[in-house]
């Protein structure tokens, strides 16, 4: 792939994502860090990633925000909200307020593959139709 994958994780200072950050960096994902909402915020405008991944404590306490920031985002991107355990609750409840997905652990690196590489294509398709738009 010729352009890297840009992501932001919005995690908290109780809740690390390190265990999806270790997965995301073997993938070649340039990933930027956010210790919660408002510098989340920062890191989408300055670097205008495809996916941004969000830990559920902070998903469940932002939520509106966070999609607002995504619909409101220069460039399209994706939501992908990372539970502790695979919950079908859960996921339902993410992708109906907003999020694009929901994943959980244990991050094997085909599993995480599949799911990064189709957001991103899913958002470069998308960002390629509203430019074809724009154009039109």
Do not use: C
Request: zero cysteines.
């Amino acid at each position: 792939m010729e352009n890297p994958i840009v992501a932001v994780m919005i995690q908290d200072e109780y809740e690390s994502l390190n265990h999806l950050a270790g997965v995301l960096g073997d993938l070649g994902v340039e990933t930027h860090y956010a210790n919660g909402f408002n510098e989340a915020s920062r890191l989408v405008k300055q670097h205008q990633p495809h996916l941004v991944f969000v830990n559920q404590s902070q998903w469940s306490d932002y939520f509106e925000e966070i999609v607002e920031l995504a619909n409101t985002a220069e460039h399209l991107l994706d939501i992908l909200v990372v539970g502790p355990i695979p919950q079908v609750e859960w996921r339902a409840s993410a992708i109906a307020h907003g999020a694009s997905e929901y994943v959980a652990p244990p991050f094997s690196h085909e599993k995480l593959t599949r799911e990064v590489h189709s957001a991103f294509l899913d958002v470069v398709d998308r960002r390629g139709a509203m430019a074809r738009a724009l154009q039109a």
